[in-house]
Structure formats: C-alpha cells, structure tokens
Nanobody
Framework: VQLQASGGGLVQAGGSARLSCVSS????????MGWYRQAPGKQRELVAR???????DYADSVKGRFAISRDNAKKTVYLHMNGLKPEDTGVYYC?????????WGQGTQVTVSS
C-alpha cells in the first residue's frame, strides 16, 4: 500500500490549509484513515481520524478548527485546517487505519508563522 500526502507549506497564523492523502489501497472504502503530526523534538501524535463509516475523532487541541473528510471514489482523505496556530507546526503524516498501522505517507511539512 502506498500513501501520497501533499498540501503542506508556510501559512500565517490564523490562516487555513488543506492536506490531501491519496491511497493505493484497493479496498480503501473499508479502511479508516488518520492524520498524525510530529513537531520538532516531540513524539508523533494523532491529529484526526475518520472511520470507514464516516465517524470522526479529533485531538482536543484541534477540535473546532480542523476537519477530516474522505472521498472514497478518489481514495483520498483530506485534512482541512483552519485557525492555524504556530503550535500546529510540524510534519503531517497520513496513516491507513482507524488505529495506527505500518502504512504511512511520506509526510508533508506545515509551518505556521506568528
């Protein structure tokens, strides 16, 4: 399985960005998907996840600001990020599964300037 993430970049505080992750998984629609991030010097943490049935789950730090969605026809999961803060800076990774699996995208850098 291959996961290709894109959409990161430099964003001003308060701004928005959208990340995308395209999967090669043949039965994508039956799998959950998650977005994780890793800030410098910190452990990788779950940001948001979406189940095969559309149920979503968010880290407390992003609730009300981020939204995860999926397009099964395109085998793509999105992370819509609004109200970005400098503490949202990090490398964002997509992962195949409702719980963490061995299948990771390559990571995309998001840098929020104050």
């Amino acid at each position: 399985v291959q996961l290709q993430a894109s959409g990161g970049g430099l964003v001003q505080a308060g701004g928005s960005a959208r990340l995308s992750c395209v999967s090669s998984e043949r039965i994508f629609s039956t799998r959950g998907m998650g977005w994780y991030r890793q800030a410098p010097g910190k452990q990788r943490e779950l940001v948001a996840r979406v189940g095969s049935n559309g149920v979503t789950d968010y880290a407390d730090s992003v609730k009300g600001r981020f939204a995860i969605s999926r397009d099964n026809a395109k085998k793509t999961v999105y992370l819509h990020m609004n109200g970005l803060k400098p503490e949202d800076t990090g490398v964002y990774y997509c992962n195949l599964g409702w719980v963490m699996t061995e299948y990771w995208g390559q990571g995309t850098q998001v840098t929020v300037s104050s």
